[in-house]
């Protein structure tokens, strides 16, 4: 669904995606290099909140609203699995 | 101008998320992490979010668009807190060991003993 969005300059939108580009890969690495399996959590949590960032400039760019719906479906899925990666390793503390 | 003003916004919002995931990979603690990773993280994108509501007031755009910011706002925190009382209670926490292995001492100095540990811990530079 298209619909009409401000003309921004085009350096705006590059600076912003690089600048998400690189928190991406920073967060990458303390997912490969993370000591303990909650950095790896915390950084898969920074991880979708970057990606739903990134297809808001993706709907700046392409004017294209549905985009919004996937990051809705992101937003979901992570807080979901955010809880159930806590709960399982919770219980593996306990056994 | 609007124009202005949805570029100061859009710039803000990944600057912050550039800043959270910086914040992750500095900081030297889980805990830390998670201070630096959920605050930042959800204000850069409720900043990104603003400036789509501002660019295009269609009520399809502000209706999603402060859905996911009150969806975001909810469930961060309680993400953030399973996540922070997993590590507070865990084993191999460094942070939670620490705190275990001061109880056992005499409870006079345990405030400067806490924060010589705290130096101690960022001053290193292996722990990260």
Not at chain 1, 46 to 71: C, E, K, P
Request: charged share 10%; hydrophobic share 55%.
């Amino acid at each position: 669904m298209f619909s009409e969005i401000i003309q921004l300059p085009n350096w705006v939108l590059i600076i912003a995606q690089t600048l998400i580009g690189a928190g991406v890969l920073l967060t990458v690495w303390r997912i490969a290099i993370g000591p303990t399996p909650f950095d790896r959590i915390v950084a898969l949590d920074l991880l979708a909140a970057l990606i739903m960032a990134q297809l808001v400039t993706l709907v700046f760019t392409s004017s294209f609203v549905s985009y919004l719906d996937a990051a809705t479906a992101i937003a979901v899925i992570a807080f979901i699995a955010t809880v159930a990666l806590a709960q399982y390793l919770e219980t593996k503390e306990n056994i | 101008m609007l124009e202005i003003i949805v570029s100061i916004f859009i710039l803000l919002g990944a600057g912050f998320a550039l800043i959270a995931s910086i914040g992750v990979v500095r900081m030297p603690d889980t805990l830390c992490r998670l201070h630096a990773a959920t605050k930042a993280g959800a204000f850069g994108l409720s900043l990104m979010l603003l400036a789509l509501v501002i660019a295009n007031p269609s009520p399809r755009t502000i209706i999603q668009s402060c859905l996911i910011i009150l969806f975001f706002y909810l469930t961060a925190p309680i993400a953030a807190h399973l996540i922070g009382r997993l590590t507070h209670s865990s084993k191999h926490s460094h942070h939670a060991a620490g705190n275990s292995r001061k109880v056992d001492d005499t409870n006079k100095h345990a405030d400067s003993q806490t924060t010589d540990h705290r130096n101690a811990e960022l001053s290193t530079p292996n722990n990260r």
